[in-house]
């Protein structure tokens, strides 16, 4: 019979009830959800790591090693396999696209797996190429076509063997200032060292890669002695591959923890005051069964059942939306699959999630119980008796002069909201919750925007990027400089503290290129001072007018600078100009032309172009992939705010059901006390505001700093954002109230004032 | 002349297929400026009739007219103001608003009244000046029946209705508030219909309305009401 009870009460309580469930499973659906993304990207790039043998070091060295440098590094007692390995940019013959071609001498090692159909790996093969998949799909390449690369002066033909993915290029970026892989573009392919040595005429690597359980430090100790030079080496976290794809694992991370502990906290909130709610209303019912002879214990349960029914529902929903969620972003075909190239998208439920899960269901039944519990205490007469709500206190405000100048709608309006504290407390949460959401969303976006402006709209002032071919001098750089009237610059590998830093050189005379400051400003290079990126700057301590010393890979030259101060760089990098360099004497080579010309006629000396629009085009995804990230983070906080107001409001409206009727009995209009109803809620809304805005600030700039500082990013919020934020919050505020005030003309004025015992 | 007029009205309250007739075609008139009592047992009607001249509720059909204004058929909001201007209400539960003072709860009416009378006179008049600023939680029964005579009265209507106000007051305090009606419709001049199941209070009544079974039974005039304390409770 109590089960019955149990529907019917539901029913009653379907508003509460329905709010609960949808917080529960929206709390529990993000939870989920970025936890499993976060997990299920670990796993499975975790499986093509694994497989392709991703290295853990990579020593690197322009002039190439020898066979028996090889055998040294192997020599190495923890070093646990080890490949030869380069990867050249070649271009496709008669089109723009770049192939990074890639070899390596033992493929267990940087290596690759094949995709679909296609012939295993031959490392005697000498007319054969596996190509990427995407690149091949893209560009309509089939196994068994035929495909000619040029670099320099030579041309290699192969046909396709198979289709494959690596690890080595899991974020297939052609240069690290882009954000998003092209596969139209730019793709990747493997040779056998066979075939790249009868194409080159000679054997070249100008990379060992190794895999090892040593710490950074120990190897490079090792590395240097055995090959007697100091020798770069980067690890695992200095590639594009690793990195970036951790960097989605933390993104992950990130928003699987801020955003739930939102949405569940505000469940838990909503199950204690409305749990409270239902037992003081069936404070009598409760009496009634204990005078009829039920155990307490069994009260108790019926109670608890409520809140566990809620809670286990929230659940199944919530896993549900989980799932669909953690699918929406890892799917092959989706967000996530045009940036990692991975061979698979399990999903992972993470075990902690089941954990946390089970917790959070203990817990609400637990309110479910505590609050039954506290209707429980003493004689079955005293439980039949009905609730008391508190008694009304005088407010501080009641002491001064101003409260008598409010009209009573306000009066009546201040005491209730001191006097019901949970239910005010739990209005604000909804609203500071749902204008956090809308800040943050808004202002992730605004940032976005504001930093894509500055760094590459602003920052790139050129329509033209020549990349100089590896074989030009300095000086046939400088004849195509002047020949496009072009600034130029270079890069060279500098060591900071043991972390390999780039030494960007520029030569500056056209404004083609700009460098960005810390206010995001832009900063002019001068003749005896370099800037340091922000990064580089934070890790080591630097300010600005510091002198600090720097010594590039393969030299013994150690150069000491002036800061001049903080730049802001998509790399991390230390910044001067050409003269600055002339003066310290560094050995530099130029490496790229910035130009406004468009028309590029081929030279020998130009490995090749891109346009700015090119470059542009490649955040285009990454910029779609955001709007949709705030577009849902608006509607999580839409309906958040709706929920819980909604929720409140009706509950507020059922408590004071029988102060409303007495105002319509006294000759108030529907309309007016709609307006006081409405009235409340607008200053909660605009208390919530206050803080929430403010929150929402604080909570970007926590977002930007875990998700994005790889791009020295500042945030940045418009007029507009907060005008939205302001808008939407009201306007949910002001919408559930209308629903709301809608209901007094429903108001039994006759059934309300009947008396009550 | 007329404060009430009640020309055929019925009403009827339809649940399902079950239906009740709570008002039977009922034709009255009631003159202004008396003390009537509505007489019956409990289910009779009278407090349908007291709803119906009060404005919470409009007759199925026939029609109610008031101080000579026809609101049988009036719309939502024009029986707001009704209800504001012409009536003031007391019922067996009080029905204040906890969370505002006592003089706050009578201060409320000045919201819709234009010519509402001072709220603090009111309070005066019913014997509560020293409690203005208690809250109605911290009265007692008969002090919160007060309240709402007061706030009734602040509206300056021309019609007091009062539902059984005395229904949840030990006899002693019932007889103070009964005093208490009786002085005030008699120094401000009001109409004042109560509803009630007591025989007794019919004694102190100008004018005695004996409703059942929604149909009204007998109205008869008294000469010579008793005062409150003549009547043996």
């Not at chain 1, 500098?494 to 520029?506: C, K, T």
Request: one cysteine or more.
């Amino acid at each position: 019979m109590l089960k019955k009870k149990l529907l019917r009460t539901a029913l009653r309580y379907k508003s509460q009830f329905i709010s609960m469930i949808i917080m529960i499973a929206l709390g529990i659906g993000v939870f989920v959800g970025f936890n499993m993304e976060w997990v299920s990207i670990e796993e499975n790039t975790d499986y093509v790591f694994e497989k392709t043998g991703f290295a853990d070091f990579r020593l690197v060295s322009e002039n190439g090693f020898s066979k028996e440098d090889f055998d040294s590094i192997m020599a190495i007692s923890g070093v646990k396999d080890a490949t030869r390995y380069i990867s050249i940019n070649t271009t496709v013959k008669d089109d723009t696209d770049v192939i990074a071609l890639t070899v390596s001498e033992n493929i267990s090692v940087s290596g690759f797996m094949l995709i679909g159909e296609g012939k295993e790996y031959d490392n005697d093969s000498k007319d054969e190429i596996w190509l990427s998949d995407q690149y091949a799909e893209k560009n309509n390449i089939k196994v068994g076509d035929k495909i000619t690369l040029t670099y320099k002066n030579i041309e290699f033909q192969a046909s396709v063997a198979g289709l494959i993915k690596s690890s080595e290029y899991l974020i297939c970026l052609p240069d690290p200032t882009l954000l998003m892989p092209d596969y139209n573009s730019y793709g990747f392919a493997y040779i056998s060292p066979e075939a790249f040595k009868e194409a080159m005429g000679m054997e070249f690597y100008t990379q060992i890669n190794v895999l090892s359980d040593m710490d950074k430090e120990d190897f490079s100790k090792a590395a240097d002695k055995a090959l007697s030079k100091t020798t770069l080496v980067l690890s695992k976290d200095d590639t594009v591959s690793y990195s970036e794809a951790m960097g989605e694992v933390n993104e992950g991370k990130t928003m699987g923890s801020i955003l739930p502990v939102l949405f569940i906290a505000i469940a838990v909130l909503t199950m204690v005051t409305t749990m409270h709610r239902i037992t003081s209303n069936e404070k009598t019912q409760i009496g009634t069964l204990k005078s009829l002879g039920f155990r307490d214990r069994k009260i108790l349960v019926h109670y608890s059942s409520y809140a566990f029914s809620i809670g286990i529902i929230g659940t199944i929903l919530g896993i549900g939306i989980g799932y669909g969620l953690a699918y929406y972003i890892m799917n092959p075909y989706g967000a996530m699959g045009t940036y990692i190239d991975m061979p698979t998208w399990n999903l992972y439920m993470p075990s902690f999630c089941i954990i946390v899960i089970v917790l959070v269901n203990l817990f609400l039944t637990f309110i479910g119980f505590l609050s039954v519990k506290k209707m429980l205490h003493g004689t079955a007469a005293e439980a039949l008796r009905p609730y008391v709500p508190s008694k009304m206190k005088r407010i501080l405000l009641e002491r001064t002069k101003l409260w008598n100048r409010l009209g009573f709608g306000t009066k009546w309006n201040m005491r209730d909201i001191i006097r019901h504290k949970a239910r005010t407390g739990m209005t604000l949460f909804g609203i500071i919750g749902c204008a956090i959401l809308i800040v943050g969303g808004l202002g992730m976006q605004d940032t976005m925007n504001y930093f894509v402006d500055v760094f590459y709209n602003k920052a790139i002032n050129y329509q033209t990027r020549i990349n100089i071919s590896e074989q030009a001098t300095n000086e046939q750089a400088l004849e195509i400089a002047k020949q496009y009237n072009g600034d130029y610059s270079s890069t060279v590998s500098i060591d900071i503290a043991g972390d390999p830093v780039s030494l960007e050189i520029y030569n500056i005379e056209h404004d083609r290129v700009r460098i960005i400051g810390e206010d995001m400003g832009f900063v002019t290079l001068n003749d005896n001072e370099a800037y340091i990126s922000k990064r580089i700057a934070d890790d080591n301590g630097i300010k600005q007018n510091d002198l600090f010393t720097f010594s590039p890979y393969g030299s013994d030259e150690e150069y000491t600078v002036k800061i001049a101060g903080i730049s802001r760089s998509m790399t991390e990098s230390v910044v001067m100009s050409e003269s600055y360099a002339k003066k310290l004497g560094i050995d530099y080579k130029i490496i790229v032309v910035y130009t406004n010309d468009t028309d590029i006629k081929s030279d020998e000396n130009i490995a090749n172009t891109q346009t700015k629009q090119a470059i542009i085009d490649s955040f285009d995804v990454f910029m779609e992939l955001m709007t949709t990230m705030v577009f849902l983070l608006v509607i999580a906080a839409i309906i958040l705010g709706v929920v819980v107001l909604y929720n409140l409001g009706i509950m507020n409206y059922i408590e004071r059901y029988r102060e409303l009727a007495t105002l319509k009995v006294v000759g108030f209009r529907d309309k007016k006390i709609g307006g006081l109803l409405i009235m409340e809620n607008l200053y909660l809304a605009f208390a919530g505001i206050i803080v929430g805005i403010p929150l929402g600030l604080w909570v970007l700039d926590y977002l930007i700093g875990a998700l994005a500082s790889e791009y020295e990013m500042v945030s940045c919020v418009t007029i507009t954002t907060y005008i939205i934020s302001i808008v939407l919050t009201v306007g949910v505020s002001l919408f559930v109230s209308l629903i709301i005030s809608k209901k007094n003309k429903k108001i039994d004025m006759v059934e309300a004032l009947k008396a009550t015992e | 002349m007329n404060i009430a007029e009640f020309k055929n009205v019925s009403k009827i309250y339809t649940s399902g297929d079950h239906t009740l007739k709570a008002l039977d075609n009922v034709d009255f008139e009631l003159e202004n400026g008396k003390f009537i009592v509505v007489l019956g047992p409990s289910g009779a009607g009278k407090s349908t009739l007291l709803n119906m001249i009060g404005g919470l509720d409009i007759p199925t059909s026939g029609t109610i007219i008031i101080n000579g204004k026809d609101i049988s058929k009036l719309s939502n909001d024009e029986l707001a103001d009704y209800r504001a201007k012409t009536v003031g209400f007391v019922f067996q539960s009080y029905n204040l608003i906890p969370t505002l003072t006592v003089y706050e709860n009578v201060e409320l009416v000045s919201d819709i009244v234009d010519n509402a009378l001072s709220s603090e006179e009111m309070l005066e008049q019913v014997g509560l000046k020293d409690h203005m600023k208690n809250f109605p939680s911290e009265l007692s029964g008969g002090e919160q029946q007060r309240v709402s005579i007061a706030r009734a009265l602040a509206k300056n209507p021309e019609i007091l209705l009062c539902d059984e106000p005395t229904g949840a007051l030990d006899s002693q305090t019932g007889i103070v508030i009964l005093r208490l009606l009786q002085k005030m419709a008699k120094d401000y001049g009001k109409t004042i219909i109560i509803v009630t199941h007591n025989q007794n209070i019919s004694k102190m009544a100008d004018v005695v309305v004996r409703v059942k079974n929604g149909k009204i039974q007998s109205i008869e005039k008294q000469a010579e009401p008793l005062s409150v304390d003549e009547i043996d409770w």
